[in-house]
């Protein structure tokens, strides 16, 4: 028998911070080594589909970055991030609504780095962060990394209810406990898909600001729309009471991990501090990579170039889901990744994977995007990396599973 048996495998069990007690293995981390077998359908993971990317001028901008910009693109960098990089995000943002100054802007490495930053400087174990009702998993985790708690407030097709927000707002106050961030994803949200209405935009604002409570505005997908953009981004209407979080992972390339936090003053001096704290400076090659594509290539039209293949992609799921299940019902999408599912109540999506993984294809179960379990009759399913044809059959064998479910 071995000498571990009875004890934990881990020698180094106990000794752990206490803050890592909730760092599990995400539903959709676990997934990936399954759903990447190729002959699964996966609808799970949210990876870009960057071998829509021109890949000559990529070529270029990293030959550029090393012959002309070696001595900077090798050596460390500026804890805050590349100036003439710090300048392109601002046409970036352009976009979107926000006119900031290359001051405000801090580089991190992908907008997950920003929230980790972020959670440092502003969570002490107890303290809650209201997020929309599903959220984006990987905030929820960070989150718990720093002890916070998750408290979500309900969404409809038209994003987070500003009335339910008042109630959820009230009622984690009345509790005694204390609110720190709003956390949002305003446009074509992770995982539900659906995009905050200007009016709300303007209303939740409000409600923020009459609370003191500081709003997150994580927005990867805002220019990744298919018919008309979003309304302009929460942080166009404030520039004190709301962090921006921007990246160039979808618009780009994920692999480059370069993302970028539009903060009020004082918290961009935090954060740049942090920033060093944490990795002393982004990386300076990628973010050279990235100045010298944006200024060679037209990045505005790849950006199109994307929103087309989004596109195609999402109304093959949707029509597809018309034509295999159309007794469920499911969100539509205007731009971004991911189309929300909801079953009918005693199904059970987390139970149904194996079976459904064993009909080759894969979904992410929604109690992923929960931090208190709810989510079991959802799943969401991404359209962003499949080509339409697979599309499809992952549709059609994730009917045979769910009409197998109904049958039983
Ligand atoms: N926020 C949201 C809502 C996301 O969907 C993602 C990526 N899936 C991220 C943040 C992290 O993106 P990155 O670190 O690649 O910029």
């Excluded at 802007?105 to 920003?114: D, K, L, N, P």
């Amino acid at each position: 028998m071995t000498g571990t048996q009875g004890t934990n495998l881990d020698q180094w069990y106990g000794h752990y911070a206490a803050r890592t007690a909730g760092l599990a293995a995400s539903e959709v981390r676990a997934l990936f080594a399954v759903a990447s077998r190729p002959e699964v359908v996966s609808l799970a993971g949210g990876m870009p589909y960057v071998s829509a990317l021109p890949q000559q001028l990529i070529e270029t901008a990293v030959e550029r970055t090393v012959s002309e910009q070696g001595a900077v693109a090798l050596q460390y960098g500026s804890g805050q991030g590349v100036p003439r990089l710090r300048e392109q995000i601002l046409e970036v943002m352009a976009l979107e609504g926000i006119h900031g100054s290359v001051d405000d802007v801090v580089v991190t490495t992908g907008s997950q780095h920003a929230l980790e930053l972020l959670s440092k400087l502003f969570l002490d174990p107890g303290d809650v962060v209201i997020a929309e009702g599903p959220s984006y998993v990987t905030a929820i985790t960070v989150f718990r990394s720093f002890q916070a708690e998750t408290v979500h407030s309900p969404m409809d097709a038209d994003g987070l209810e500003p009335q339910a927000l008042r109630e959820t707002i009230a009622r984690v106050k009345a509790e005694g406990k204390r609110i720190k961030f709003l956390y949002l994803i305003p446009s074509f949200q992770n995982p539900m898909g659906v995009t905050l209405t200007w009016e709300r935009r303007v209303e939740i604002l409000e409600i923020a600001r009459s609370e003191g409570i500081l709003v997150l505005e994580d927005n990867p997908y805002g220019l990744l729309y298919f018919d008309q953009a979003p309304p302009p981004a929460i942080r166009s209407l404030d520039e004190d009471g709301v962090v921006y979080l921007g990246t160039f992972s979808k618009t780009l390339a994920p692999g480059l991990r370069v993302g970028w936090a539009i903060a009020p003053h004082a918290i961009r001096e935090k954060l740049v501090l942090a920033n060093e704290a944490a990795i002393l400076s982004p990386s300076s090659f990628s973010q050279i990579v990235i100045s010298e594509y944006m200024e060679t290539a037209d990045w505005r039209g790849q950006i199109d170039t994307f929103r087309g293949v989004y596109r195609e992609r999402r109304d093959a799921m949707l029509a597809a889901l018309q034509e295999h299940l159309p007794s469920m019902s499911w969100t539509v999408p205007n731009g971004g990744f991911y189309v929300w599912l909801t079953m009918p109540e005693h199904l059970d999506s987390k139970a149904m994977l194996p079976r459904a993984v064993k009909e080759l294809v894969a979904y992410t179960p929604g109690t992923a995007f929960y931090a208190d379990g709810n989510g079991r009759r959802n799943m969401r399913l991404s359209f962003c990396y499949p080509k339409p044809d697979f599309i499809r059959e992952g549709i059609r064998r994730l009917a045979t599973v769910i009409n197998g479910e109904l049958a039983l």
